[in-house]
């Protein structure tokens, strides 16, 4: 069985419970590399949902949570984007202590949320807009719950997952979703980060099936708390790349 606690040696950002913040930020500050026609990504999982991408002098942080010691060894932001309002995606403490003048992204439930300073220089993407940031295009894909008895976690029509092209490449960032309409319609996916949990998202089946319809070159498995991870490595269609990581450095 692959669960979160038999991600280990070998992985990245590796770093065990009783640990202090600033060797947790030295350990998240390795990298996963990942070739684009416009130079190196590096992936920086951070944790549960959280990372940072870093491309071309850049630093773009994902869902920013658990305080600004997580993020010391990393590069400032230079942007940020949020998917959502559940606590494991916004802490506004956190992105205060960590924001600097980084323009940021988010859903309207979340700027609505953001103090007068943050929300001058945020753009707030409804399901299905598009827009910039850092003169990168980013586009907003719908992100919510299609099962019935788990509509109540993720209504649709308020969060996003995002599509960022960087370097000619389309990274997806799901966000807490299940594999909705919008999501298997997606083409020419370099990296995708994708969320197994339940009852909040899907399972690894699910995310098997979806995986393995839209094609993402990579794919990250992320917020995936104790969700057996063994279906991926088994099932992934051939050509495509799974990249298990330890999102959970301190234990959960």
């Not at 069985?1 to 009783?18: K, S």
């Not at 953001?114 to 719908?142: D, F, Q, S, V, Y």
């Not at 008895?149 to 966000?175: C, F, K, M």
């Amino acid at each position: 069985m692959v669960t979160r606690r038999t991600i280990m040696a070998g992985m990245m950002g590796l770093a065990f419970a009783g640990r202090s913040a600033s060797v947790l930020a030295q350990e998240n500050a390795m990298a996963d590399k990942v070739s684009t026609p416009g130079g190196d990504l590096l992936v920086h999982p951070v944790e549960h949902a959280s990372l940072v991408l870093e491309w071309d002098g850049k630093a773009i942080y994902v869902d920013p949570v658990g305080g600004a010691g997580l993020y010391a060894g990393l590069p400032p932001a230079s942007a940020i984007l949020i998917t959502h309002g559940h606590g494991d995606h916004f802490d506004l403490p956190t992105l205060e202590a960590i924001a600097g003048d980084a323009p940021l992204v988010t859903n309207r439930d979340v700027f609505e949320k953001l103090p007068e300073t943050l929300k001058a220089r945020t753009i707030a993407l409804a399901n299905g807009e598009a827009g910039h940031i850092l003169g990168l295009p980013i586009r907003a894909i719908p992100a919510h719950n299609i099962t019935e008895e788990r509509r109540r976690y993720h209504p649709a029509g308020i969060g996003n997952g995002y599509v960022l092209t960087l370097g000619g490449a389309g990274i997806y960032i799901a966000g807490d979703t299940e594999p909705t309409e919008d999501m298997l319609a997606l083409r020419d996916i370099a990296l995708a980060f994708l969320p197994m949990n339940l009852p909040y998202t899907m399972t690894p089946d699910e995310a098997l099936v979806a995986i393995n319809s839209f094609r993402p070159a990579i794919v990250y498995p992320y917020h995936y708390g104790d969700s057996d991870l063994a279906p991926l490595e088994a099932g992934i269609a051939p050509g495509l790349e799974l990249r298990l990581r330890d999102w959970y450095p301190n234990g959960r």
